[in-house]
């Protein structure tokens, strides 16, 4: 946590992007960094895609925002793989940082319940952003501490 000139403690915000799974605008990721602004300081920032596939300005879009990209090969084989990178690097790099208290998850996918579970119990707060209402999963909304979509954050 960081000390602000006038006494007030902010608490540092981590970013998680399932870029697979939801998709936006560059005006929605800059509204993203808004809205993550406004709940601390961000100290983490990763986006999770099969790369090579993605269209480069998409990565050069994330890069100049400063997150770190995350290339997931997907196959037959290794379905569902950057959900299994994004849980795995969450559960080693966030959850033993106690400076991390918010951690804004986008994605839809069921997948995430039991690491939005496992975020909670360490007293982090989870916010979840998904693209679509009818693509996301029930349980991962009520799961969350907040919910919301990506055409309300602008």
Known sequence: ???????????????LCDWQ??????????????????RGTIAFKRAYAHWRREQAQWEEVFDDLEFECINTPSSKRKKNNADHKLIAHCRQ????RPDIKTVILLSGDG?????????????????????????TSRKLRQAADEFHLWQQLC
């Open 21 to 38: 799974n939801v998709r936006g605008t560059h005006a929605q990721l800059r509204c993203l960094m808004t809205f993550a602004c406004l």
């Open 1 to 15: 946590m960081l000390n602000q000139p006038d006494g007030l403690v902010m608490s540092s915000v981590a970013i």
């Open 111 to 135: 997948d995430f319940k039991g690491l939005v579970r496992d975020l909670q119990a360490k007293g982090k707060e989870v916010i979840v952003i998904a693209q679509c209402l009818k693509k």
């Open 93 to 96: 790099q966030i959850l033993p």
